[in-house]
Nanobody, 116 residues
Framework: QVQLVESGGGLVQPGGSLRLSCVAS????????MSWYRQAPGKERELVAT???????NYADSVKGRFTISRDNAKNTVYLQMDSLKPEDTAVYYC??????????WGQGTQVTVSS
């Protein structure tokens, strides 16, 4: 069965760093575009970063220069390196896969809390 399992969330201080991981199974990861989204309580889910099957990346303006998305096809894993974290980065972070057919899968999310 298809699975996207996020990990790496937690509590960090402002200015700190976290690396999120999303391990995929049940489909051809290397031909899929991968994204990270986030959703804070009471707010809309928003796109944070995307990486295509060829390695091209795009970022939301709010995280440019601070976050880096990458992928390791041998491990079926996409990462989100988050540096210089701010309280407004606090949210549940979700992994999303889009297969070459256009079919979409979502992970269950991992909580990131940035607080002093």
């Amino acid at each position: 069965q298809v699975q996207l399992v996020e990990s790496g969330g937690g509590l960090v201080q402002p200015g700190g760093s976290l690396r999120l991981s999303c391990v995929a199974s049940g489909f051809t990861f290397s031909s899929s575009a991968m994204s990270w989204y986030r959703q804070a309580p009471g707010k809309e889910r928003e796109l944070v970063a995307t990486i295509t099957r060829t390695g091209s990346t795009n970022y939301a303006d709010s995280v440019k220069g601070r976050f880096t998305i990458s992928r390791d096809n041998a491990k079926n894993t996409v990462y989100l390196q988050m540096d210089s974290l701010k309280p407004e980065d606090t949210a549940v972070y979700y992994c999303k896969a889009v297969r070459i057919t256009g079919y979409v899968y979502w992970g269950q999310g991992t909580q990131v809390t940035v607080s002093s």
